[in-house]
Structures are given as C-alpha cells and as structure tokens.
C-alpha cells in the first residue's frame, strides 16, 4: 500500500516562504502522476496543482499560479511544492496525493 509523508509545513508569515516535500514508499512513484492538494479550516478539499510521471505537464489552481511551483524527483520518490509570497488564505493542511490516495499531511499556517 502506497505511503506518504509530508513535510516542510510550518508557521510563516505573509509575504514568507515554505518548500513542502512528500515522500513516497511501497510505491511505483515513477508511474504515476501526483498532485497537492489542501484543506482550510472548516472547508473542502481543494486542488493545488498537478504533475504528470515525467514533470512534462503541469498544472495550478489560478491561486497558486505564479506563487506555487511543483515539482519531483522520481529517483528519490519525493514531491515538492515551492510556495513563494504566501498569504493568509493559504492555512491550510497540504496533502500530496495521487489516484489512490494521499498522505497524512503538512499543516501550513500563513500569520503576522
């Protein structure tokens, strides 16, 4: 069964920066195509961005585009998300997941 732990949350503030990391196990990392998504308080899951097995297609929610950059290792079987100029919207727990399922989360916490 497919395992994911996050990392890289924490406490920043407005205008910080934080790089998120998602290491996959008893996983074929390599074959799949992964995403992030995140959970607010008191609200849904809600989708970040997208990557394809081979980093070729990528995609961003519109609040993520130009602040959030995705990316992934396949030879260590780890996922990134580089979020830059975070706002206060962005608390959240992030989750990286794929077609089967998703970690247990990092939680992001954007406060001055």
């Known amino acids: 069964q497919a395992h994911f732990v996050e990392s890289g949350g924490g406490l920043v503030h407005p205008g910080g920066s934080l790089t998120l990391s998602c290491v996959a196990s008893?996983?074929?990392?390599?074959?799949?195509?992964m995403r992030w998504v995140r959970q607010a308080p008191g609200k849904g899951i809600e989708w970040v961005s997208s990557?394809?097995?081979?980093?070729?297609?990528?995609y961003y929610a519109d609040f993520a585009k130009g602040r959030f950059t995705i990316s992934r290792d396949n030879a260590k079987s780890t996922l990134y998300l580089q979020m830059n100029n975070l706002k206060p919207e962005d608390t959240a727990v992030y989750y990286c997941?794929?077609?089967?399922?998703r970690g247990q989360g990092t939680q992001v916490t954007v406060s001055s």
């Open positions: 997941s794929y077609v089967g399922g």
């Open positions: 990557i394809d097995e081979d980093s070729e297609k990528i």
């Open positions: 008893a996983f074929a990392f390599s074959r799949y195509g």
